[in-house]
């Protein structure tokens, strides 16, 4: 996170001007005008500590946080040779949570804080403690022991009355409560923060930051996945004219993850493209989170293979683990799956996301493997699990591997009525993907029981797969249907509509390879703007990456054009 505090300017001083100048339009959000305004201070002091600090500002926000760090820690060295503990603590502060949240760096993260701690204890600046504690949770385990951290900054924000701070303790709060299991009482801190954060009670910035990026993360762990997109479309103000509050790999990459459970595959593409950009530079646990989330989009595009290598150096890491155990079950290895969702449960013990969809391919294996008393024994666990925490993706899995193993066992009133649950679950939480998944196996399980209403199940099943571009999933509903006298007709391209004036552009330049910053600098339009062109041209053109979109521009190029 940034913040800043106010800087001392010398109205004579051209070079403090330029910094001044540099710091309103940071303010303004102006990034190409106050990064112009600091390197153009530091021309005539290479060493100006303000300087420096506002640059990594300006990289930081326009996604370079790589560049940002070392232009921070020279700035940081700037404000103590001056004598400034106030800015540098702020520095310091800023570095711990960019390498903490940014490239998932704790050691570098948990020095910075410290540093920051031992700085701000020789100053009298209540604030200035808030912010270290609320970088320090960031970097503890036990939740209990963060949130009383956080409660101190409360304390602090209300008794100084910094609105930023109290916004900012407030979300964090909620993500450490989730973290606990305690979901009810998070989500209404996680709404109050970002309700305050758009009704513009904030001074900085970067508050709207901390707080979108702490509320998608959360609520992606709850499996809330409707309350971020709801927040996102209240964002889009900001978003127009700021750019994108998701400034660092992991927010993306979870925003991209949301964008995917609930069916916009075509921005989700490009979200989770800029993360996995982004977390080049990162520790390989944040890349491998990145990638899962990608790799998860190509297993539901039906592309397991994809997937597989996506992750082929993750394996080993438990954030990508249970994607590799999904998709070897979708490849036929169900041995192979089931050993690595076995090591997923074990690390886990089963008690996160990723652990319950372990849990439910592991139950998936072992119905493969001829055993479905083991695959019962976890749906049920699943159940148990997701009720007493009152979380209904875990509680929907479990249903849906119930229905599984009833449906193999020839239990098929049993297996509708699990696998009706499971669907109303999928469907409140806004999952038409795993909706239409259960719907399928209802589909079978109602024609066990000889009720019309299969080929219904069905056909609802085949149209969600082909509006999404679930390729293999569609096939294979249709293929049923035709065998049951009840073939659907083909939709087209998800998306659907002609291209306008400006996505013919950015097409065309996709067809040279250029990347989004360069269409950006190419037709004069933002890198939002141009992310956007590129998500509605892919939907569209029922296209799945911009691989695919330069195909599409060659293939075109080569037909005459009286037959186009």
């Known amino acids: ?80 040779r001056r004598s400034d503990p106030i800015q540098a603590v702020i520095a310091a502060v800023n570095l711990s949570l960019t390498y903490g949240s940014g490239f998932g760096n704790r050691a570098a993260a948990h020095g910075w804080v410290v540093r920051a701690e031992r700085v701000a204890s020789d100053v009298e600046a209540p604030p200035l403690r808030g912010w270290v504690l609320i970088t320090k949770a960031q970097l ?6 963060a949130q009383a951290m956080i409660r101190t900054a409360q304390e602090i924000a209300n008794e100084c009355n910094d609105t930023d701070l109290e916004l900012c303790a407030l979300a964090a709060l909620g993500a450490s409560l989730i973290d606990e299991g305690r979901v009810h009482e998070a989500k209404p801190l996680l709404d109050e923060a970002m309700a305050g954060t758009l009704g513009g009670e904030f ?32 964002l889009r103000g900001f978003i127009d004219r700021y750019g994108n509050p998701y400034v660092n790999s992991l927010c993306r990459a979870h925003y991209g993850a949301v964008l995917v459970a609930t069916g916009d595959w075509a921005p989700a593409e490009v979200e989770l493209g800029v993360a996995l950009e982004m977390a080049g530079d990162a520790f390989p646990s944040v890349r491998a989170e990145a990638s899962s989330f990608l ?56 008690r996160r996301l990723n652990g319950a969809r372990a849990a439910e391919v592991l139950g998936e294996a072992h119905l493969m493997l001829g055993d479905p008393g083991l695959a019962t ?127 013919r552009e950015v097409l065309e330049l996709l067809g040279e390879g250029r990347s989004n910053p360069e269409i950006a600098d190419c037709l004069y339009l933002s890198r939002r703007t141009v992310e956007h062109h590129v998500a509605s041209i892919l939907s569209k053109l029922g296209l799945r990456n911009r691989t695919e979109a330069a195909t599409h521009v060659l293939r075109d190029q080569r037909v005459p054009e009286g037959n186009r």
């Not at 990026?213 to 409707?226: E, H, I, N, T």
């Not at 259960?438 to 024609?447: F, H, I, K, S, W």
């Open 140 to 145: 503890v385990d036990e939740p209990s022991e």
């Open 377 to 503: 024994v976890h749906g049920r666990r699943l159940v148990d699990l997701g009720n007493a925490h009152d979380c209904d993706l875990v509680t929907a899995r479990g249903e849906r591997l119930l229905g599984r193993t009833d449906r193999t066992s020839g239990a098929h009133e049993a297996a509708r009525a699990h696998l009706e649950a499971a669907i109303a679950a999928f469907t409140r939480l806004e999952m038409p993907y795993e909706s239409a998944r259960t719907r399928m196996l209802l589909a079978e399980a109602l024609e066990g029981v000889g009720d019309v209403g299969a080929v219904e199940a069905a056909r609802h099943a085949f149209t969600t797969f082909e509006s999404l571009g679930a390729a293999r999933d569609a096939d294979a509903a249709a293929a049923w249907l035709r065998v049951r006298g009840g073939a659907p007709a083909r939709t087209g391209a998800p998306g659907g509509g002609a291209l306008t004036r400006r996505e």
């Open 1 to 80: 996170m940034h913040v800043e505090a106010p800087l001392p300017f010398d109205a004579m001083d051209a070079a403090r001007e330029r910094v001044e100048a540099g710091a309103a339009a940071l303010t303004d959000g102006d990034w190409g005008e106050a990064r112009q305004a600091f390197e153009a201070a530091l021309g005539e002091d290479g060493d100006d500590p303000d300087a420096l600090y506002g640059l990594g500002a300006v990289l930081w926000w326009t996604g370079r946080m790589a560049d940002a760090l070392p232009i921070w820690e020279r700035a940081y060295s700037g404000f103590r």
């Open 295 to 350: 790799a998860e989009l190509r297993l539901a595009q039906g592309r397991p293979e994809e997937a597989l290598r996506l992750l082929e150096e993750f394996e080993d890491q438990v954030v990508a683990a249970h994607v590799v155990a999904a998709a070897k079950l979708a490849t036929g290895d169900a041995a192979g799956a089931a050993a690595v969702a076995a090591r997923v449960l074990t690390d886990t013990g089963g």
């Open 203 to 234: 001074e900085e910035l970067d508050t709207v930051v901390f707080t979108s990026c702490v509320l998608v993360q959360s609520c992606y762990r709850c499996a809330d996945f409707s309350r971020v997109v709801q927040w996102v479309r209240a």
